[in-house]
T-cell receptor, first 119, second 110 residues
Framework: DTGVSQDPRHKITKRGQNVTFRCDPI?????LYWYRQTLGQGPEFLTY????????KSRLLSDRFSAERPKGSFSTLEIQRTEQGDSAMYLC?????????????????FGSGTQLSVL | TQLLEQSPQFLSIQEGENLTVYCNSS?????LQWYRQEPGEGPVLLVT?????EVKKLKRLTFQFGDARKDSSLHITAAQPGDTGLYLC??????????FGTGTRLTIIP
């Protein structure tokens, strides 16, 4: 079990540039989540995938943000035209997604995150 | 807007002391989870409570879910330096995506 892997660990970019982050979930996990965490706050939910389908998106996710999970395995999160307010830790989490377990009761496994700094 | 408020926000105590962290909300949750997060890492799940009034113990940590499923507490007995970290509560509802609390940064002084 290699855990949830995120790449890169750190990203520094200039305002207006596009950035893309990658998440590799635990291999048998069919649910994948993206969260954003700013300094001194708890993570905020961004979006959720069940296999390759994106089933839920937060209102926090502006049009500049897009996420994909093309084959139901790894996922990418792209931010276009970055702004300084996008600076945060972007966390990916995965879960087994068993049919008889409520989503609210699932055990989430988080990656180490991608720390984004927009200058 | 954080729907889950944690208190205290910061806590620094001596090794061996006891402490309690609170997580409060005006919303009802289906479940309440507690995580611990180290600097530069993602949160790690400690416990999930799902029944109002439920109490779970994990070694020196005791977790309680409020009767009305709106609040929770984490009590640590005889704190150790290894307990240092950011403690996050997170509420779950029927839809995917947890609502995390504001966090309590705990420092245990040897």
């Amino acid at each position: 079990d290699t855990g949830v892997s995120q790449d890169p660990r750190h990203k520094i970019t200039k305002r207006g540039q596009n950035v893309t982050f990658r998440c590799d979930p635990i291999s048998e996990h069919n649910r994948l989540y993206w969260y954003r965490q700013t300094l001194g706050q708890g993570p905020e939910f961004l979006t959720y995938f069940q296999n390759e389908a994106q089933l839920e998106k937060s209102r926090l996710l502006s049009d500049r943000f897009s996420a994909e999970r093309p084959k139901g395995s790894f996922s990418t999160l792209e931010i276009q035209r970055t702004e300084q307010g996008d600076s945060a830790m972007y966390l990916c989490a995965s879960s087994l997604g068993l049919r008889d377990v409520l989503v609210s009761n699932e055990k989430l496994f988080f990656g180490s995150g991608t720390q984004l700094s927009v200058l | 807007t954080q729907l889950l408020e944690q208190s205290p926000q910061f806590l620094s105590i001596q090794e061996g002391e006891n402490l309690t962290v609170y997580c409060n909300s005006s919303s009802v949750f289906s479940s309440l989870q507690w995580y611990r997060q180290e600097p530069g890492e993602g949160p790690v799940l400690l416990v999930t409570v799902v029944t109002g009034g439920e109490v779970k113990k994990l070694k020196r940590l005791t977790f309680q879910f409020g009767d009305a499923r709106k609040d929770s507490s984490l009590h640590i007995t005889a704190a150790q330096p290894g307990d240092t970290g950011l403690y996050l509560c997170a509420g779950g509802k029927r839809e995917p995506g947890l609502t995390f609390g504001t966090g309590t940064r705990l420092t245990i002084i040897p």
